[in-house]
């Protein structure tokens, strides 16, 4: 690099020098023009440390770059182009959907507005009589409805619930014969105290 090739920067670190030079009077505008225009002409320390400015600028660079592309990965799913392209298409089959739907609203209103089905069933004369029994048994059948879906829902654990009463009927004889032996032990001590105290009487 060419220490007197002032294009690249505005100020160097030596015309800095040469122009405090100047304007104290050390040198003189032709004495700088006359000087021979060597890289060498000035101390090497000036070029190692314009070298360590510039490795520092790539490295600050290199160091921006390393940043930036951490941060587009950490945000790939807002900002790449492929992820976009996907949430692209959804938004428009969402819009489309939408445009048909304001584009139908009218026969969509009317079908929301009619029944469901006919206000009345065209049955024949001879078959009224079943109809209104079977109107009935559904009628009953929505009434106990609740009661028959609890007894459902209960139909697995019945089995669960019966060994776990025939375990407590077990231990319940289990207790009565034990209360019968205290009661047949209770009866036979108290027939033996009567008979010592008649023997003692006596």
Request: glycine letters at 2%; a neutral charge.
């Amino acid at each position: 690099m060419n220490l007197w090739d002032f294009a690249q920067y505005s100020v160097t670190p030596v015309a800095n020098i040469l122009t405090r030079c100047v304007v104290n009077g050390v040198l003189s505008q032709e004495e700088i023009d006359s000087a021979p225009r060597d890289s060498h002409a000035f101390s090497c320390h000036l070029q190692e440390v314009e070298q360590q400015i510039k490795s520092k600028k790539q490295l600050d660079k290199l160091q921006l770059e390393v940043e930036l592309l951490k941060s587009e990965k950490e945000s790939a799913d807002v900002t790449h182009r492929f992820y976009l392209n996907q949430r692209f298409e959804a938004v428009q089959q969402f819009t489309s959907h939408l445009q048909e739907v304001l584009r139908d609203q009218r026969s969509l209103r009317q079908r929301l507005m009619s029944p469901l089905c006919q206000s009345s069933l065209p049955v024949q004369a001879d078959l009224h009589r079943y109809v209104v029994e079977v109107i009935r048994m559904v009628v009953h059948f929505i009434e106990n409805l609740e009661t028959h879906l609890t007894g459902v829902r209960t139909a697995p654990s019945v089995h669960h619930s019966m060994a776990k009463l025939n375990n407590a009927l077990s231990q319940l004889l289990v207790l009565v014969g034990e209360v019968e032996n205290l009661s047949k032990q209770v009866l036979q001590w108290k027939s033996h105290h009567s008979k010592l105290l008649s023997d003692s009487s006596a």
